[in-house]
């Protein structure tokens, strides 16, 4: 299995630090609001490969934070007049929703960053014995210039990294690039006390904390999105490697961005469309097969015409299940032959190369139409081999067609639609009595009609 790795720009072999384990930190959301579409990508494409790599025989341990100290979480508090905690905890259940529509497992840990408070201040207080930070005024940055490998990740010189980074002129530091480990209190801010006052932990340090006590000095696998890199990444590398004196991670990967219109899709822009909202429009598996369509290292661009399109192959593919599942209800396992191997090895080869995750789905869709040829043909042991390699091995690995789909109650409420249509319909006609047994008929499955001046509602009194 070979990965890019963002910090020397190659193509390298895969080998964990530990044979047989693989220990993997993926940046989690800041929890302020409800997440986009933008932020399900690095959720879907790296728990895909958390999938594959137990798939190969791993034992994967992955931590998923959730920032719950932030300016935009502090600013959303206040302006509901809340705790911060409250606006974090409420934004992580959330956050949980979603992934569970979507399909997404949960890490081993998630842990929030108010949780390592201690841990970040004893490491600040060693950053700054060890001669790689200083403090001014409550604040402690990070000197860049006391870490020679600074920039190492982002491949960028100083006057790129500054110019990148959009520096603000800040008298208290020694270097523009110098970057908060500890900010000093504001009113109307959370603060934990510390040897240099009230303040609270910067950004980057986070998430060097909470990496390093769940998974050690040395991860395997550090991943999320290519905004990221820098300063985020570049600056967690650099503290944590001033900090322990080893290797911070042996793989950087980072996906590509979603674009709406040509722009980065982001809340600061105001092009977002949230996870939710897709969703109910699409299905989680339409959103999964367009995010892995494409490899996680390009850009993807956004749009109802491409993602629809998704919609109809996954339901092609989930009405080849149904069909196989109907016509051959006592599903037995097929014995293992040369067949099977090739179409595995196919699967694993488009997977060790850097997760090309578009030549799995290719395959996978070329399978579906075999399957239904195969069936059409009354070709039984070949049907079984299929959708033995589909349903329990390659789409299971991708995190597809494992949980009930939006796309279901979509079609529900499609059919819903035209049967209040005709309802409608035989109304004007004064055909009560058909019109009353639609209603009733309903009423009995768990679905309720309300008939209003503007037209008629329908919710359900029972899962449907």
């Known amino acids: 299995m070979r990965i890019r790795n963002t910090l020397s720009g ?36 790296f728990d895909a490969l958390r999938r594959y790599l137990e798939y190969k025989g791993y034992r994967v341990i992955m931590v998923q934070n959730f920032t719950d100290i932030d300016d935009k979480i502090i600013n959303r508090a206040n302006e509901f007049g809340v705790d911060f905690r409250d606006v974090a905890e409420t934004f992580i259940s959330e956050y949980w929703r979603d992934a569970t529509a979507l399909g997404v497992r949960a890490p081993n840990f998630a842990p929030k960053t108010s949780d390592f408070v201690p841990q970040i201040i004893s490491s600040v207080e060693k950053l700054i014995s060890k001669g790689y930070a200083y403090a001014v005024d409550g604040d402690v940055y990070f000197d860049v210039t006391s870490f020679p490998k600074y920039g190492e990740l982002s491949h960028r010189s100083t006057s790129e990294m500054i110019s990148g980074a959009r520096v603000e002129i800040n008298e208290k530091k020694r270097n523009p690039l110098d970057f908060a480990l500890w900010k000093a209190a504001k009113p109307n801010e959370p603060f934990w006390t510390s040897p240099w006052g009230n303040g609270r932990p910067g950004w980057h340090i986070e998430c060097t904390i909470m990496s390093t006590e769940l998974l050690g000095s040395t991860l395997d696998i550090h991943a999320g999105g290519e905004d990221l890199i820098f300063p985020h990444h570049e600056n967690e590398k650099a503290q944590s490697e001033a900090l322990t004196g080893e290797p911070f991670v042996k793989y950087w990967m980072h996906n590509a961005m ?9 809340k600061s822009i105001g092009n977002i469309f949230l996870l ?18 494409k490899h996680y290292r390009s850009p993807i661009d956004f749009s109802d015409e491409v993602v629809s399109s998704w919609t109809k192959a996954a339901r092609r593919a989930s009405e080849a299940f149904m069909r196989f599942e109907s016509k051959y209800p006592l599903i037995s396992v097929p014995k293992n032959d040369h067949w099977l191997e090739e179409r595995r090895a196919e699967f694993c080869e488009s997977l060790d190369d850097d997760f090309n ?9 070329d399978l579906v139409n075999d399957l239904n040829r195969s069936m059409d043909d009354g070709d039984e042991e070949k049907a079984l ?3 033995h390699l589909l349903r329990r091995e ?3 690995v991708l995190g597809l067609f494992e949980v009930p789909s ?6 529900i409420d499609e059919v819903l639609q035209i049967l209040i249509d005709v309802r409608r319909q035989l109304r004007s006609l004064k055909m009560y009595d058909l019109s009353d047994r639609i209603r009733l008929e309903l009423k009995e499955r768990g679905i309720e009609l309300k008939d209003k001046p503007d037209g008629t509602d329908y919710f359900f009194t029972e899962e449907v």
Request: aromatic residues 12%; hydrophobic residues 45%.
């Open 406 to 411: 939006q796309m279901g109650k979509k079609s």
């Open 258 to 266: 979603i674009r709406f219109s040509g722009d980065k899709m982001s």
């Open 394 to 396: 390659f789409c299971p």
């Open 276 to 293: 939710r909202e897709a969703l109910k429009r699409f299905g989680a598996d339409a959103l999964k097969l367009f995010f892995l369509s």
């Open 10 to 45: 190659k193509l390298e072999e895969f080998q964990p630090k530990d044979p047989g384990v693989v220990r993997m930190y993926v940046c989690g959301p800041t929890v302020y609001g409800l997440i986009h579409i933008g932020n399900a990508r690095p959720m879907v494409v």
């Open 385 to 387: 081999k299929i959708y």
């Open 357 to 365: 995750t578009p030549k799995a789905v290719a395959l996978i869709f």
